[in-house]
């Protein structure tokens, strides 16, 4: 048995309508996790420059956040999905002034700016851990050659450095650059601030940052884009989907079931046909009677 109508193009309807939402490119420092269902959106937490002449609300920060070393020896600055708003100069290791400007994460230390990553807007997940991760930072301390790709030779190569003594590993040194990596906890307090920012530690090599943010933002929700629909907008695509169903399963059963054809495959034929027939007389006295009175 060939299923209705209806059951094959609604599945079909749906589905179009889920592609076409999942077409459009999210937006900036915001992150969909489909192990949940929540929207993520960093933005709130950002901390954004002043514009010239406008005054700071209450609420407004007029820098960025900081995290307290403790026995580091330094504090730290960072912005979430941004540059920070301080003016940066002399960055150690970043020769291109414009660099400067796309500083997320710095610490001074004797006197000296150091970079610790470069904006970026794109959270990940690990896992279940929502992470934010800055890279090309200052150079590190001590260069390091252990991840440099290695050369693969064959016997006769291997004889040939065997017997020849005065060759030496020509391998280049490559320049590590510091990086930030901030994991997201989930804070509820209302009384706490937007975000708060706390130092975890540092690699061995002083090459790698760890902090965790704590903030209602990490929480999740509901995204803007599925809460454009207004009730009436929720109410006309029910109204539509029901008049769909309607149109599309009387037609299904009148041809099926009822074996009718032509215009009385529509549901409730006899009604609609007696109410448009009731119109079309009533507009055809109508417009006779016009025409007599003007005779």
């Avoid at 708003?85 to 400067?100: A, K, R, T």
């Avoid at 929502?130 to 991840?147: A, E, M, Q, R, V």
């Avoid at 706490?192 to 540092?202: E, I, T």
Wanted: net charge neutral.
């Amino acid at each position: 048995m060939r299923p209705p109508l209806p059951a094959t193009l609604l599945p079909l309807l749906l589905s179009s309508t889920v592609l076409a939402a999942d077409t459009k490119e999210p937006k900036p420092c915001t992150i969909f996790n489909p192990a949940n269902g929540n929207f993520y959106d960093l933005n709130s937490i950002t901390v954004q420059p002043l514009q010239n002449h406008k005054k700071a609300h209450k609420d407004d920060r007029i820098e960025s956040w900081h995290a307290r070393g403790w026995d580091y020896g330094t504090n730290f600055t960072l912005n979430f999905c941004a540059p920070v708003i301080e003016s940066l100069e002399d960055v150690v290791g970043i020769e291109e002034s414009n660099l400067w400007k796309n500083v997320s994460a710095f610490y001074e230390y004797n006197e000296k700016i150091y970079s610790i990553g470069q904006a970026s807007a794109e959270p990940i997940f690990r896992g279940r851990k929502l992470i934010l991760n800055y890279t090309d930072g200052s150079p590190c301390d001590s260069p390091s050659t252990h991840f440099a790709p290695r050369k693969i030779n064959d016997d006769d190569d291997r004889k040939h450095h065997k017997s020849s003594s005065s060759d030496k590993d020509t391998t280049p040194e490559l320049v590590r650059r510091k990086s930030t990596l901030i994991s997201f906890i989930c804070d509820r307090d209302s009384l706490a601030p937007k975000a708060h920012l706390s130092f975890l530690g540092a690699s061995p090599d002083e090459c790698t940052y760890f902090f965790e943010a704590r903030s209602m933002a990490a929480c999740g929700g509901v995204s803007e884009e599925q809460q454009t629909l207004g009730p009436g907008g929720v109410f006309g695509v029910i109204a539509l989907i029901a008049a769909a169903v309607y149109l599309l399963g009387g037609i299904a059963y009148q041809r099926t079931v009822m074996h009718q054809r032509g215009w009385r495959q529509l549901p409730n034929y006899n009604l609609w046909a007696g109410i448009f027939g009731f119109v079309y007389v009533g507009f055809g006295n109508r417009k006779r009677d016009r025409k007599n009175r003007f005779d």
